[in-house]
Structures are given as C-alpha cells and as structure tokens.
C-alpha cells in the first residue's frame, strides 16, 4: 500500500534495536482519515475469502481491525493478555512471547465468539518475528474455525516472522514491508 509506505518514511522514526516509532498515525494518536483508508484497502486485499470475524489482539491491533471490520460490514473480536500463568473459564488461551519487550502474556479469547463455523482474518499493527500472529492462529485451530489469511499494517521484513509463516503456507499480506532500516532510511520489499 503505498499510503503507508510515505506515511512511514514522512512520519516514522527509526530507534535503537529495530524499533520502528509510528506513534503519531498508528499506535498511540490514531489518524482517523488514514485508518479508514487502511480498513478499505484490507477489504480490497480479502473481499473474496468469505470472512466472517476478524480477530486482533489488544491494544494497538483493535483500531486496524475496526476499520477493517466497517470496511467488510463483520464482527471484531479482540484477545487480551493475561500475565498471570493462571487462565480459567470457558476461553481459548496460548502463550505469546514478546521478543520486544522480553515478557510473556496468555492470549485469551472467550470460547462463545469463535465457532467451528466461522472463517477468521487475523488483523494486527506490526508483524516482527510473528509470535502474535502465531498465537492467534493457535486460538482460530482451537476453535477448529477456519483461517482465511492475516493482515500485518506493517512487517518488519528483517525479523522474518512474515516469511516463516508464509513457508509454512499461511497467506500473510502486509500493508508494508520495512526490509532495513537505519538512520539513514528505510528500505521497503517491492510488493506492487
Ligand atoms: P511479534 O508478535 O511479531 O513476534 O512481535 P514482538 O513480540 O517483537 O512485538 C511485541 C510488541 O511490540 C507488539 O505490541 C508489537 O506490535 C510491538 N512492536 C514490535 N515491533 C515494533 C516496532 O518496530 N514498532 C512499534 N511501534 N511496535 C512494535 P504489543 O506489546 O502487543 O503492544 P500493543 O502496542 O499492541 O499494546
């Protein structure tokens, strides 16, 4: 999407560790206008898939996935995370590591908003090594609930989370792909 290509290079700021800062559109100030032109372009990339629940990850996942969900008129669902080990109740749970922050949260979604019957698109804001989507893709097999693919607003192409789930067959679209990034720029995979 090459929106969020210059949204990036205009309003992105490259930090120690990999760490790619879009504060000011996309994590914590949500730019109302661009969101909805990223919800358009989900729709775009999956109106034949037969979708019916989106399904994101707290927090900064849940305005992607609204957007998206008034962009195809579906339901969205958000799993939380829990950082006590001990998950209880009718819920469908699974570990996720975070290799950014170095902690682990249960991912938690309630087992009456995931059916065998529906087919799931996974939506989220960033994708670096792919521990978030892979839980949340645990949580769609749990349900026994079919996957239709995942959506990442940004891949970060150098931690390969994007690329291991597409070898092992998972359709994952990405809104951008940063290949490097340094002080000096951002490189992005062609994709158009
Ligand atoms: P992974 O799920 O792909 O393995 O990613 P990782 O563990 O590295 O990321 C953990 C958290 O850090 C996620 O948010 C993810 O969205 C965020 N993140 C990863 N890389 C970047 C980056 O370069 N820039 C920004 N802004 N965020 C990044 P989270 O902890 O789940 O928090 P939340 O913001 O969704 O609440």
Known sequence: MKRME??????????PG??????????????TNFMREIGDEIARLY??????????IESSGIPIAISAGFAMGLPVVYAKKNKSSNVSGDVYYTPV????HGDTNNVVVAKEYISPED???IVDDFLAHGSALTGLIDIVD???AAL?????????????????????G???ESLAIVDEMTDDGITFRPQY
């Open 170 to 172: 998972y359709r994952v």
């Open 6 to 15: 210059e949204m990036i290079l205009s309003e992105g700021k490259v930090l």
């Open 142 to 144: 749990q349900a026994g």
């Open 47 to 56: 109106k034949d898939d037969g979708a019916t629940k989106i399904l994101t």
């Open 97 to 100: 590591k975070s290799f950014t």
């Open 119 to 121: 087919r799931v698109l």
């Open 148 to 168: 239709v693919g995942c959506v990442a607003a940004i891949e970060k192409g150098f931690q390969l989370g994007g690329d291991k789930l597409r070898e092992q």
């Open 18 to 31: 990999g760490v790619l800062k879009v504060g000011s559109f996309l994590n914590q100030q949500v730019d």
